[in-house]
């Protein structure tokens, strides 16, 4: 959740007004936005991606709102760190986009739309079907729309659904 805008570190550009999709902030002529509507932030970093100036920091926790001590953040590289690990900003041309850290997931949902093995594991849970798995040579290539009648990310109670065409 949207905790805090670093004033000092604004330039009142109001990036983070125009890309949040909840309407969180409230845009100050000459002046850096303010936070009207915190409990409508959903989490989804996109402010503090946006922000050229890394003036914002959204903390983790999207149910509640955190006593967040400005001079504790200031000392870490925290306002900074979403952007760079993402490979936004400055750090597009030092850093990969490590903040998903997908590889893995989707390399193994790849390997589940040629298999008919079922993977099952501690966390496991269906896959939603439907959701694209990005470039692919396989006509139809979602994670759910697979060939392998057990094709989920873990075991299920339940076989997946039939997909109609």
């Given amino acids: 959740m949207i905790e805090l805008v670093l004033a000092d570190r604004c330039i009142a550009c109001d990036k983070c007004v125009r890309v949040c999709p909840t309407d969180v902030f409230d845009a100050v002529p000459d002046a850096p936005p303010v936070i009207a509507r915190q409990a409508d932030c ?46 936004w900003g400055r750090a597009r041309r030092t850093h990969p986009n490590e903040s998903w850290r997908m ?41 759910g729309a697979s060939s392998a009648p057990n094709a989920t990310l873990g075991a299920s109670t339940t076989p997946p659904s039939k997909e109609t065409p």
Avoid: H, K
Wanted: one cysteine or more; a negative charge.
């Fill in 42 to 87: 959903q989490t989804c970093f996109l402010c503090e991606l946006y922000c050229p100036v890394d003036a914002l920091f959204v903390d983790p926790d999207c149910r509640t709102p955190v006593a967040a001590d400005e001079s504790a953040i200031r000392g870490t590289d925290w306002p900074a760190q979403y952007r760079r690990d993402s490979g």
């Fill in 103 to 143: 590889g893995d997931i989707f390399a193994l949902a790849r390997t589940l739309l040629t298999e008919d093995t079922p993977v099952s594991g501690p966390t496991a849970q269906p896959m939603r079907p439907n959701v694209a798995l990005g470039a692919s040579n396989a006509p139809n290539a979602t994670l």
